[in-house]
């Protein structure tokens, strides 16, 4: 039974909004993801100090560490490697800290993080250490002072 009439127009319309959304669909997926996450891995650096080494390839940054001075030893030694993609309710517990908050909404997206009562925040355009900003630099090593009071704050 072939549709005639105004049936015709209704299943046309419905066949090109249904290719129209798969396509937009598609097209946003790709631009909200394209970028990836941040990977960040937390390891015991040398002389027993926590640090973390920070990436994000697909804009160029690699190998940024964060070494913690004069920090109290984690409970947990060995290493571990965060990669901030899926969205998580926000507290939750990441090694010398926790995740405060998360939009990965367009990835590499925000991650705040407070580790070793300091504040990290790894942006797309720049890094934020205890509400300063801080150029991204690949390769770069910045080393922190013992928080005071377990928030450093400017």
């Not at 940054?61 to 109290?72: C, E, H, L």
């Not at 990965?104 to 070793?116: A, N």
């Not at 934020?128 to 690949?138: K, L, M, S, T």
Request: proline fraction near 10%.
């Amino acid at each position: 039974m072939k549709p005639t009439g105004a049936a015709k127009h209704f299943l046309v319309a419905f066949l090109l909004a249904l290719v129209g959304y798969v396509v937009c669909y598609q097209v946003i997926e790709h631009r909200r993801t394209r970028n990836r996450p941040w990977q960040v891995n937390f390891t015991i650096g040398s002389g027993s100090l926590p640090n973390i080494v920070i990436n994000q390839h697909n804009l160029g940054i690699t190998n940024v560490r964060i070494t913690f001075a004069k920090a109290p030893l984690p409970a947990t030694n060995g290493s571990a490697t965060f990669t901030f993609g899926q969205p998580r309710p926000v507290p939750y517990q990441v090694p010398f800290g926790r995740c405060v908050f998360m939009d990965t909404t367009f990835l590499p997206g925000t991650v705040v993080l407070q580790l070793c009562g300091h504040e990290v925040e790894l942006l797309p355009r720049v890094l934020v250490i205890d509400r300063q900003e801080h150029p991204w630099r690949p390769g770069s090593t910045m080393t922190l002072p013992l928080a005071q009071n377990g928030v450093n704050t400017p």
